[in-house]
């Protein structure tokens, strides 16, 4: 199993651009999760799904979008990018009620 | 959630038992600890929770006091790829989506 794999690894945009985050996991795990992580701190909730179909917001949704068309398949969407999007990115997987969340290798995003 | 607090960074030496405290004294008592680790640049990984009972997995033990209010983390024979950022978390059990991460502990294994 490939795990939670994310896509890209890097990325630099420029203010006002858009792109999506990719992020897909192959333990059929209804559970998904997008978090963010600015430098030296810890990880913040921005939207979660527990299944195909629904999602819902977390901590600091503003600025992204998301959706669930598939158990595999949990996209993150950056419309109007800005520099306070400047972070890592972690998407996460988990089996329904589960304590273990499992954890991509980030995509690390520059807006300048 | 219950707020934890956390050394922010602590040494151990090589094969040493590595002891990584947390006070979470709000606990309410349906919450459960949580422990997670980050190795630099990489996604966190989950290492161990518990309830009120001390639990033990390949990773790690994990010591609740009676009280709940305050929890250690023992990694028994520390190697240097046990140097992460260590995460204690208080959440509120399995299907609660959220896991609040603060800026944890800093372990630095030392040769």
């Known amino acids: 199993n490939a795990g939670v794999t994310q896509t890209p690894k890097f990325r630099i945009l420029k203010i006002g651009q858009s792109m999506t985050l990719q992020c897909a996991q192959d333990?059929?795990?209804?559970?998904m999760y997008w978090y963010r992580q600015d430098p030296g701190m810890g990880l913040k909730l921005i939207y979660y799904?527990?299944?195909?179909?629904?999602?819902d917001k977390g901590e600091v949704p503003n600025g992204y979008n998301v959706s669930r068309s598939t158990t595999e398949d949990f996209p993150l969407r950056l419309e109007l990018a800005a520099p306070s999007q400047t972070s890592v990115y972690f998407c996460?997987?988990?089996?329904?009620?589960?304590?273990?969340?499992?954890f991509g290798p980030g995509t690390r995003l520059t807006v300048t | 959630d219950a707020k934890t607090t956390q050394p922010p960074s602590m040494d151990c030496a090589e094969g040493r038992a590595a002891n990584l405290p947390c006070n979470h004294s709000?606990?309410?008592?349906?919450?459960?600890v949580y422990w997670y680790r980050q190795i630099h640049s990489q996604g966190p990984q989950y290492i161990i929770h518990?309830?009120?009972n001390n639990e033990t997995n390949e990773m790690a033990s994990l010591i609740i006091t009676e009280d709940r209010k305050s929890s250690t983390l023992i990694l028994p024979h520390a190697t240097l790829r046990d140097t992460a950022v260590y995460y204690c978390?208080?959440?509120?059990?399995?299907?609660?989506?959220?896991?609040?991460f603060g800026k944890g502990t800093k372990l630095s294994v030392i040769p």
């Open positions: 996460a997987s988990s089996y329904p009620n589960s304590y273990e969340q499992y």
């Open positions: 333990m059929n795990h209804n559970y």
């Open positions: 799904s527990v299944g195909a179909g629904i999602t």
């Open positions: 709000t606990i309410s008592g349906n919450e459960y």
């Open positions: 518990g309830l009120k």
């Open positions: 978390i208080v959440n509120s059990g399995a299907g609660s989506y959220q896991l609040t």
